[in-house]
């Protein structure tokens, strides 16, 4: 091995993280490893376009070995909504408390979560209903300021949409509108922050090109570590 270096390759919305190494072989291997990673060792002597045009092919291939290896990985207890669990809103975590009794209500008081209803199974129904009314008010309070800077490239969004996404945290449709997952409402204002513009810059920039991600940078700096939070809670 003569040469290390580290890219990224984008395949939909998805980010595509490698290492690259080069060494006295005549063709591209690709491994992915049982974490994730993802290791090409390239002839010496290949030109960066022709490694990409490689790895663009075989990126359908890649995420599909990725998917794999994290269904190994011990799967997250789904929520029983009982007294005693936690539970996210804007990054913050607090402790569920669930009472019967009526009338039927969920709140969240700064310091806990608390839910009344009869029977105690409701209060998933609550808490989603809770949930969904907080992220129709956090998001356009959150979105306004982001939307007020993208007017100066002329671009407005038609609306805002709020539904539940299993593979994505955002889209914008070709009609100008942005869709936000409510599993948003769960991370930090700035997770939020960082997909609205996102999706804002697709406004200006349909594709993830060189100038998308520059557009995205000057818009929003620290635009990776936001990325990379939201990635730790999928």
Same mark, same amino acid.
């Given at each position: 091995?003569?040469?290390?270096?580290?890219?990224?390759?984008?395949?939909?919305?998805?980010?595509?993280? +490698?290492?690259?190494?080069?060494?006295?072989?005549?063709?591209?291997?690709?491994?992915?490893?049982?974490?994730? =990673?993802?290791?090409?060792?390239?002839?010496?002597?290949?030109?960066?376009?022709?490694?990409?045009?490689?790895?663009?092919?075989?990126?359908?291939?890649?995420?599909?070995?990725?998917?794999?290896?994290?269904?190994?990985?011990?799967?997250?207890?789904?929520?029983?909504?009982?007294?005693?669990?936690?539970?996210?809103?804007?990054?913050?975590?607090?402790?569920?408390?669930?009472?019967?009794?009526?009338?039927?209500?969920?709140?969240?008081?700064?310091? +806990?979560? *608390?839910?009344?209803?009869?029977?105690?199974?409701?209060?998933?129904?609550?808490?989603?209903?809770?949930?969904?009314?907080?992220?129709?008010?956090?998001?356009?309070?959150?979105?306004?300021?982001?939307?007020?800077?993208?007017?100066?490239?002329?671009?407005?969004?038609?609306?805002?949409?709020?539904?539940?996404?299993?593979?994505?945290?955002?889209?914008?449709?070709?009609?100008?509108?942005?869709?936000?997952?409510?599993?948003?409402?769960?991370?930090?204002?700035?997770?939020?922050?960082?997909?609205?513009?996102? *999706?804002?810059?697709?406004?200006?920039?349909?594709?993830?090109? =060189?100038?998308?991600?520059?557009?995205?940078?000057?818009?929003?700096?620290?635009?990776?570590?936001?990325?990379?939070?939201? *990635?730790?809670?999928?």
């Amino acid at each position: 091995m003569v040469q290390a270096m580290s890219g990224e390759m984008i395949y939909g919305d998805i980010s595509i993280r +490698y290492t690259l190494k080069f060494s006295n072989r005549k063709t591209l291997g690709i491994t992915v490893t049982p974490d994730g =990673n993802v290791c090409l060792t390239a002839p010496i002597g290949a030109s960066q376009s022709k490694i990409e045009e490689i790895l663009r092919k075989r990126s359908g291939w890649i995420v599909k070995q990725q998917v794999r290896f994290r269904s190994f990985a011990k799967p997250v207890p789904a929520k029983r909504f009982i007294s005693g669990e936690s539970h996210y809103y804007l990054g913050r975590q607090y402790i569920l408390r669930v009472t019967e009794g009526v009338p039927y209500s969920a709140r969240n008081n700064g310091s +806990y979560f *608390e839910v009344v209803c009869t029977p105690k199974s409701k209060a998933a129904e609550l808490m989603q209903a809770w949930y969904a009314e907080r992220a129709k008010i956090k998001f356009v309070e959150i979105a306004v300021p982001v939307i007020q800077r993208f007017k100066k490239y002329g671009v407005t969004p038609s609306g805002i949409q709020i539904k539940s996404m299993t593979s994505r945290w955002g889209s914008c449709t070709p009609a100008g509108k942005i869709i936000l997952n409510i599993e948003l409402i769960k991370t930090p204002k700035p997770c939020i922050e960082y997909v609205i513009t996102h *999706e804002l810059c697709h406004l200006i920039r349909r594709d993830h090109s =060189n100038a998308f991600y520059e557009l995205l940078k000057t818009e929003m700096p620290d635009w990776e570590r936001w990325k990379k939070k939201l *990635e730790m809670m999928i």
